[in-house]
């Protein structure tokens, strides 16, 4: 009788264990689920973040900015998300997309581009004009050109890459000539050769910084940038004594680096930008300040 009861004991041990052992088992089956659950949350999510591209752009304030702004939603639509990187200044956006820190920017135009590949060595490729900022010349106190009097000092930036488009404008209206052979283009203040009003032309201010001295000096003539025209609540169209016509070869463009210019996003920012429905708010907001190119 002892050894049946001993024989009833041990088997009921083995009986506990055996459950024992099966509940842990079960266990740990079930953690291996919820471990194989979290991984395919963890790649779908990945695969989401994958989908969506995002692309970083600099530009000025006016317009370019705004311009961006109103393109935000096209783009989104495309699956792309765009963030505007602003600045104030002409140098740093090219400097920033050299160094990475922007995928592109859109403020330039061409002589300028060229202007700064040839001083810094950048690798950059132009994406396409996308407007024209007609450049203007303005002045508190001369009302028309005939009015200019002898003399009279000619505020511009020095940005060597707008001189010549500024003198253009001077040229055009028969205040200045060039030297024989002088591509407009390229042409700077050397490059005059006659001045019958002795127009003095003072190029040692940054071009954000002009309308300043249109609203401080009254006697002078400045040659504003559009952009900042527009951001110092002028009217180029109606306030400029001398304006640039929508025929001028500075449109302003999208660039990005050399090895990038077949990225597909950057390629589709620039199918947004030249839209009807974006070209169309350039038109309404900025009442023929800016003109809309396609090339």
């Not at 994958?50 to 970083?56: D, G, K, L, S, Y």
């Not at 002589?111 to 004009?129: C, I, M, R, V």
Request: charged share 25%.
């Amino acid at each position: 009788m002892k050894k049946l009861f001993t024989l009833l004991l041990v088997s009921l041990f083995v009986f506990v264990l055996a459950a024992c052992g099966g509940q842990d088992s079960t266990q740990e089956d079930t953690s291996g689920d919820d471990g194989q659950t979290e991984g395919n949350a963890t790649e779908q999510a990945e695969e989401t973040e994958e989908e969506a591209t995002t692309i970083t752009v600099g530009a000025t304030a006016i317009p370019h900015a705004e311009v961006l702004e109103e393109a935000k939603p096209l783009l989104e639509e495309k699956g792309i998300n765009l963030k505007i990187e602003t600045y104030d200044e002409y140098i740093l956006p090219n400097r920033d997309l050299s160094e990475g820190r922007i995928d592109a920017n859109y403020y330039q135009h061409t002589p300028f581009l060229n202007q700064q590949k040839e001083e810094f060595g950048y690798d950059f490729a132009s994406l396409g004009g996308i407007h024209i900022e007609p450049m203007g010349v303005y002045s508190k106190n001369i009302k028309s050109v005939e009015d200019i009097p002898d003399g009279t000092t000619v505020i511009l930036s020095n940005s060597v890459a707008d001189h010549g488009r500024i003198l253009a404008l001077f040229e055009r209206e028969g205040l200045i000539s060039f030297k024989d052979g002088v591509d407009p283009q390229s042409a700077t203040l050397d490059d005059i050769a006659e001045n019958p009003k002795n127009l003095k032309f003072d190029a040692k201010y940054e071009a954000a910084t002009l309308p300043q001295y249109y609203e401080r000096e009254e006697d002078v003539l400045v040659a504003i940038n559009t952009n900042y025209a527009i951001e110092a609540g002028l009217q180029p169209s109606k306030d400029a004594l001398i304006l640039e016509g929508s025929e001028s070869p500075y449109a302003n463009l999208v660039v990005t680096k050399s090895e990038n210019k077949d990225s597909e996003a950057l390629q589709t920012l620039v199918e947004v930008l030249r839209s009807e429905e974006i070209q169309s708010f350039m038109e309404e907001k900025y009442n023929g300040a800016i003109v809309p190119v396609s090339e």
